[in-house]
């Protein structure tokens, strides 16, 4: 049968191999946002996840799988949560995954974790996410993976003595903003503002936060804002307020410098500073032929992100855990099979912690350099295989 890439809440069973006598039809619930203004973050995860099927047909072991997806609309956590339980309950899945928004996670884990139903987050980056069920891995990143390195850079390498902080008021702008904050006062910074900035289902107008970080005067003025279409409007701002010859720093995590936004950026963009786990632009083998493949099914003028790379990876941990279990599927063989996994990826080596079943990867500093008439990415540094900061430092929730 064809796969179905682009309806939501259609089935598709994907043959992945000439079906063994004991072969098992594994069913997958993917939840994921395909319409309104995160449509393009759905998009990224379900592609990524599509082309590892078709590159590697034989990791399945044999077994075949449907995909169920659903759309969860927006960030709020109750469509998700309605999806989870109806793919549980009425589709009877073997497995979950997606998820864009972390209170869409953070909703579904109670409801996955009565039910003893894997879940595996290609996105949400709240680092207290896996505390909420035993039953969750993850394959993204953690907001502190990105937040806690970066403090630590702006006060050692970047200078800054002072820094303000924006955030989107939703639970990963707080955990970004605790992350930078925490490693940037632990190397001697000081936080002078620390703002709320609207949440996560519209772009606010900016100017008047961005006007008061500006009389602030700060060295480094980091922001998390969810990928997508906000970070376009904070380089624009930022741009238009002038605060970069004010000399203020404009840093933050790569969500704000996602690859397929870019383009979309004022040249001024240039000279960003921003630490993530991933970018199109890597120079590495595995990453050039990951983008050419990318571009060979989905069109020339595309490029994956870390959204899309996230889904990628995200269906190579379930292939690994299936063909582990004979495609025979239960929460515990599940969480077995994924303790310890590595792969390596288009962004590196990455593996899941068996302690925390959180991801570990390479975090790199990430400068926006204007070259070639584009706006692309230099890696300047990279911190070895990170362990999530908040957990390895028991900080708040974390520590639960
Ligand atoms: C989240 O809701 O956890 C989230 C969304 C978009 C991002 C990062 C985190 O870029």
């Given at each position: 049968m064809?796969?179905?890439?682009?309806?939501?809440?259609?089935?598709?069973?994907?043959?992945?191999?000439?079906?063994?006598?004991?072969?098992?039809t594994v069913k997958i619930g993917v939840v994921l946002t395909y319409s309104g203004g995160a449509a393009e973050l759905g998009e990224q995860i379900d592609r990524g996840m599509n082309l590892f099927i078709d590159q590697n047909k034989d990791a399945f072991g044999g077994n075949e799988i449907e995909l169920i997806k659903r759309d969860s609309k927006h960030p709020g956590g109750d469509i998700a949560k309605t999806a989870v339980q109806e793919l549980i309950t009425r589709e009877k899945v073997d497995l979950l995954a997606g998820f864009i928004f972390s209170p869409n996670a953070m909703a579904s884990a109670p409801v996955i974790n009565q039910a003893k139903v894997p879940m595996i987050i290609m996105n949400a980056g709240t680092a207290w996410i896996p505390s909420l069920s035993p039953y969750i891995a993850r394959v993204s990143f953690t907001m502190w993976q990105s937040g806690y390195p970066m403090?630590?850079?702006?006060?050692?390498?970047?200078?800054?003595?002072?820094?303000?902080?924006?955030?989107?008021?939703?639970?990963?702008?707080?955990?970004?903003?605790?992350?930078?904050?925490?490693?940037?006062?632990?190397?001697?910074?000081?936080?002078v503002e620390s703002l709320p900035m609207g949440g996560p289902r519209e772009v606010p107008d900016f100017t008047p936060f961005f006007q008061r970080v500006k009389n602030a005067k700060p060295d480094c003025f980091y922001i998390f804002v969810p990928a997508g279409n906000h970070a376009?409007?904070?380089?624009?701002?930022?741009?238009?307020?002038?605060?970069?010859?004010?000399?203020?720093?404009?840093?933050?995590?790569?969500?704000?410098?996602?690859?397929?936004?870019?383009?979309?950026?004022?040249?001024?963009?240039?000279?960003?500073?921003t630490m993530h786990h991933y970018s199109a632009d890597y120079k590495t083998p595995a990453n050039i032929a990951f983008v050419k493949a990318w571009k060979a099914a989905y069109g020339d003028d595309t490029i994956p992100d870390f959204m899309g790379v996230a889904g990628y990876d995200g269906m190579a941990a379930i292939a690994h855990a299936i063909?582990?279990?004979?495609?025979?599927?239960?929460?515990?063989?599940?969480?077995?099979?994924?303790?310890?996994?590595?792969?390596?990826?288009?962004?590196?080596k990455i593996s899941i912690d068996p302690e925390t079943r959180d991801i570990i990867q390479d975090e790199n500093v990430h400068k926006v350099v204007w070259k070639d008439g584009r706006l692309g990415i230099e890696v300047i540094g990279t911190i070895p295989q990170v362990k999530d900061p908040c957990k390895a430092n028991a900080i708040g929730k974390c520590a639960e």
């Amino acid at each position: 049968m064809k796969f179905n890439r682009l309806l939501c809440g259609v089935a598709s069973i994907v043959g992945l191999m000439a079906a063994t006598a004991n072969a098992e039809t594994v069913k997958i619930g993917v939840v994921l946002t395909y319409s309104g203004g995160a449509a393009e973050l759905g998009e990224q995860i379900d592609r990524g996840m599509n082309l590892f099927i078709d590159q590697n047909k034989d990791a399945f072991g044999g077994n075949e799988i449907e995909l169920i997806k659903r759309d969860s609309k927006h960030p709020g956590g109750d469509i998700a949560k309605t999806a989870v339980q109806e793919l549980i309950t009425r589709e009877k899945v073997d497995l979950l995954a997606g998820f864009i928004f972390s209170p869409n996670a953070m909703a579904s884990a109670p409801v996955i974790n009565q039910a003893k139903v894997p879940m595996i987050i290609m996105n949400a980056g709240t680092a207290w996410i896996p505390s909420l069920s035993p039953y969750i891995a993850r394959v993204s990143f953690t907001m502190w993976q990105s937040g806690y390195p970066m403090g630590e850079y702006a006060a050692k390498d970047l200078g800054c003595k002072t820094a303000a902080v924006g955030f989107t008021d939703y639970p990963p702008g707080k955990d970004s903003r605790d992350a930078f904050s925490t490693g940037f006062e632990k190397f001697g910074g000081k936080i002078v503002e620390s703002l709320p900035m609207g949440g996560p289902r519209e772009v606010p107008d900016f100017t008047p936060f961005f006007q008061r970080v500006k009389n602030a005067k700060p060295d480094c003025f980091y922001i998390f804002v969810p990928a997508g279409n906000h970070a376009v409007s904070v380089v624009k701002t930022f741009t238009s307020l002038g605060m970069d010859e004010a000399g203020i720093k404009l840093i933050g995590p790569g969500d704000i410098t996602q690859d397929t936004k870019l383009q979309e950026m004022p040249k001024e963009a240039a000279g960003m500073i921003t630490m993530h786990h991933y970018s199109a632009d890597y120079k590495t083998p595995a990453n050039i032929a990951f983008v050419k493949a990318w571009k060979a099914a989905y069109g020339d003028d595309t490029i994956p992100d870390f959204m899309g790379v996230a889904g990628y990876d995200g269906m190579a941990a379930i292939a690994h855990a299936i063909t582990a279990q004979n495609g025979k599927i239960t929460a515990d063989g599940t969480m077995k099979a994924l303790a310890g996994w590595t792969f390596d990826s288009p962004r590196g080596k990455i593996s899941i912690d068996p302690e925390t079943r959180d991801i570990i990867q390479d975090e790199n500093v990430h400068k926006v350099v204007w070259k070639d008439g584009r706006l692309g990415i230099e890696v300047i540094g990279t911190i070895p295989q990170v362990k999530d900061p908040c957990k390895a430092n028991a900080i708040g929730k974390c520590a639960e």
